[in-house]
């Protein structure tokens, strides 16, 4: 049993309010829950969700990790040559 005076008070039937209507009802230690955004009008769960591709941004991310012939991608490649080059030069110095 829990101790009594130290936890708030329950509310089994709370109401969650989006926009001034009812949305769903749970369980809360607060009577009503005022809410801007839930599950039924939130873009990505709704399904309407846009992607807003001011400067091409997506394109470039695409175009960036794409997968290319051979499994590899664009970006991987120079990286890896640089990579290459770097660790030649460290061997020769020493």
Do not use: L
């Amino acid at each position: 049993m829990p101790k009594t005076g130290i936890h708030p008070q329950w509310y089994p039937e709370a109401k969650v309010y989006c926009n001034g209507e009812v949305v769903m009802t749970i369980g809360s230690t607060q009577p009503e829950i005022h809410v801007d955004v839930w599950s039924g009008n939130h873009p990505f769960f709704t399904g309407t969700q846009k992607i807003i591709d001011t400067e091409g941004r997506v394109e470039r991310f695409m175009r960036k990790y794409s997968k290319q012939e051979g499994g590899e991608s664009k970006s991987t490649k120079p990286s890896v040559a640089r990579a290459k080059a770097k660790s030649k030069k460290a061997k020769g110095k020493k």
